[in-house]
């Protein structure tokens, strides 16, 4: 089935650490985005992109890059991370017209210490 | 600005009870809407949306233009019920970005 995978599954690191969360699809679509999930705040949009050339910023991108490598690849990273960003972060995709629903992938759950 | 509102965090039945989920938005053109549902420790998916009119799992929804709303309804709950549902509003100007409420844990109990 196609589909969309995030890896890792879960992380813990430290204050100060850079690090990347991937993300893979094989549903062919040119569209995807990185939310983050918070208890009582529901889902926010930290980045996405269009097509390979494409990216935006969301409503929280502070504190976040992404890279669009190919139409399949979507990661997104952490330069220097706080606590304040632990938290469960899924990867979306959906089709050309963006009018569809979206696709999520299992997410990443994050522990800053 | 457009906006999702599920005002309730928590909402607790006994298996067979009737079940309403609020969705409000703000918005003044004509908005595409989804609920969307998480079960434990599983990923979101796609629950219903409203231009298909259709019942899922039992569940419905009817966009109401006039309140802006968006309700989830069930007639009977079922323990497999319990789970995080989210509402979440998308329109041609934001280009296919989803904006969502701020979800509503269900617990359905026996």
């Known amino acids: 089935d196609a589909d969309v995978t995030q890896t890792p599954r879960n992380r813990i690191t430290k204050t100060g650490k850079r690090i990347m969360l991937e993300c893979s699809q094989t549903k062919g679509h040119d569209r995807m985005y990185w939310y983050r999930q918070d208890p009582g705040l529901g889902l926010r949009l930290i980045y996405y992109s269009f097509d390979v050339k494409d990216i935006n910023k969301g409503e929280i991108s502070d504190g976040y890059s992404v890279s669009r490598q190919a139409q399949a690849k979507f990661s997104l990273s952490l330069e220097s991370a706080i606590p304040n960003q632990t938290a469960l972060y899924f990867c979306a995709t959906s089709d050309k017209d963006g009018i569809g629903p979206q696709h999520f992938g299992d997410g990443t759950r994050l522990s800053i210490l | 600005a457009q906006r999702v509102t599920q005002p309730e965090k928590l909402l607790s039945v006994f298996k067979g009870a009737p079940v309403e989920l609020k969705c409000n938005y703000s918005?003044?053109?004509?908005?595409?809407l989804f609920w969307y549902v998480q079960y434990s420790r599983q990923r979101l998916q796609l629950l219903l949306r409203h231009i298909s009119r259709e019942s899922i799992k039992g569940f419905t929804a009817d966009l109401n233009k006039g309140e802006t709303s968006f309700h989830l309804k069930k007639p009977f709950a079922q323990e497999e019920d319990s789970a995080m549902y989210y509402c979440a509003l998308t329109t041609v100007s934001n280009t296919g970005k989803l904006i969502f409420g701020q979800g509503t844990t269900l617990q359905v109990k026996p």
């Open positions: 918005y003044s053109g004509s908005p595409e």
